[in-house]
Structure formats: structure tokens, C-alpha cells
T-cell receptor
Framework: ETGVTQTPRHLVMGMTNKKSLKCEQH?????MYWYKQSAKKPLELMFV???????ENNSVPSRFSPECPNSSHLFLHLHTLQPEDSALYLC????????????????FGPGTRLTVL | KNQVEQSPQSLIILEGKNCTLQ??????????LRWYKQDTGRGPVSLTI?????NTKSNGRYTATLDADTKQSSLHITASQLSDSASYIC???????????FGAGTTVTVRA
């Protein structure tokens, strides 16, 4: 596997279910991100981890709970979601957290298409 | 109001034709601007990156321009192919900050 992988690619869940999204990066990066992408809207940053420490929460509802057990893996635990949470959830990684010019590109995974019924 | 505005929201072009996408931003202090291509069901992939001192950058049939004075960028697609059908996202970075400012994207559909 290369780059950033995400599983599952598609997920349908009821509002009372508990599920988890998984992200793995094979790039040796130190920072990982969760984004929400809704139709025709800009990507919204949800969480940022740098060296396994959460550095940004960005006012995300508590029904979304991230976990970063090591620098290569990132999880997003989902509980009691609402239909408006249906979206594409993208994971990304970068060498470092801060942007220092052109070098710190964020590499994205393919995303998990989430549908909440 | 979003700090990165893209236009048009969508466009349809015939295979072999050219098109130009626009991006206006208000993000400051500016570090760099990237254009990403996002195929349906895939994550965004970087096409070009330009820093403050660069005003044009090419990647095959994709040519991006940047006017840092007017805070405008464009992405020109030459001799479009069916595989160019995708969403194109303009992303602006602030120096020494991890937060990116994303445009909502332009959806390009290339028809045979």
C-alpha cells in the first residue's frame, strides 16, 4: 500500500449506530487530518494531529471522536450521528503541521462516503 | 464569506476544447496556492503549486497562473480529454500555519 488509505470506502448507518472510520498513511508523515466534504461546499477541517497529539478540534460536535494511536494511523469514531452528517470524510497527512512554503503538501486519502439514515 | 471563491461552479466542454477556471482569494499572509484535481469517489490530488514569486506553473495540459497583487489565480486546461472530468479545487495556504483555505471547487464535465 502506498500513500493514504481509508476504510471503509462506503458506510451506511442509522442514527443510533456506532461505527469507526480508519485512515492509514504510508508516507512517514508527522501530521494527520480529518476533513468533512459536503456537496458544493469547501472542505471543512475537523481535527488535526501532530506527532499523535491533537492540536485542533475546530468546534466539531462530540458525536465525532478522533483517535490517533500512532503517527501512521488515525480513526474517527462515530456515535449518534444526524442525517446532516452524511458527507465524504477525507483523511490527509503531511510531513509537518505548519506550512513553511511550498514543501508541506497535504496528501489525501480516497475518502469514506458516509450516509446517515 | 469564504476566503477562496471559485468560478464557475460547473462547466461542460467538448473533448479537445480548452477551458479556464478562476479562483479569487482574500487569505493573508499568503504562502502558496495549489490547484487540486478530485475525481469522483477519490481524494484530491495536487496539480500545481505556486508561491508568491511565481506567476505561472504548468503540469502537462494544465497551466496555472497567479497574480498575487490582485489575489487571483486561474487554471487553464488545454485540449481537454474525457479524463479531465473532475472537480478542481483551489487551495490557499498561510505561511507557518497548517490551516488551508479551500474553494468550493469547479466541476468540469468533458463530453465526447
Amino acid at each position: 500500500e502506498t500513500g493514504v488509505t481509508q476504510t471503509p470506502r462506503h458506510l451506511v448507518m442509522g442514527m443510533t449506530n456506532k461505527k469507526s472510520l480508519k485512515c492509514e498513511q504510508h508516507l512517514g508523515h508527522n501530521a494527520m487530518y480529518w476533513y468533512k466534504q459536503s456537496a458544493k461546499k469547501p472542505l471543512e477541517l475537523m481535527f488535526v494531529y501532530s506527532l499523535e497529539e491533537r492540536v485542533e478540534n475546530n468546534s466539531v460536535p462530540s458525536r465525532f471522536s478522533p483517535e490517533c494511536p500512532n503517527s501512521s494511523h488515525l480513526f474517527l469514531h462515530l456515535h449518534t450521528l444526524q442525517p446532516e452528517d452524511s458527507a465524504l470524510y477525507l483523511c490527509a497527512s503531511s510531513q509537518d503541521r505548519e506550512d513553511r512554503g511550498a514543501d508541506n503538501e497535504q496528501f489525501f486519502g480516497p475518502g469514506t462516503r458516509l450516509t446517515v439514515l | 464569506k469564504n476566503q477562496v471563491e471559485q468560478s464557475p461552479q460547473s462547466l461542460i466542454i467538448l473533448e479537445g476544447k480548452n477551458c479556464t477556471l478562476q479562483c479569487n482569494y482574500t487569505v493573508s499572509p499568503f504562502s502558496n496556492l495549489r490547484w487540486y484535481k478530485q475525481d469522483t469517489g477519490r481524494g484530491p490530488v495536487s496539480l500545481t503549486i505556486m508561491t508568491f514569486s511565481e506567476n505561472t506553473k504548468s503540469n502537462g495540459r494544465y497551466t496555472a497562473t497567479l497574480d498575487a497583487d490582485t489575489k487571483q489565480s486561474s487554471l487553464h486546461i488545454t485540449a481537454s480529454q474525457l479524463s479531465d472530468s473532475a472537480s478542481y479545487i483551489c487551495v490557499v495556504s498561510v505561511f507557518n500555519d497548517y490551516k488551508l483555505s479551500f474553494g468550493a471547487g469547479t466541476t468540469v464535465t468533458v463530453r465526447a
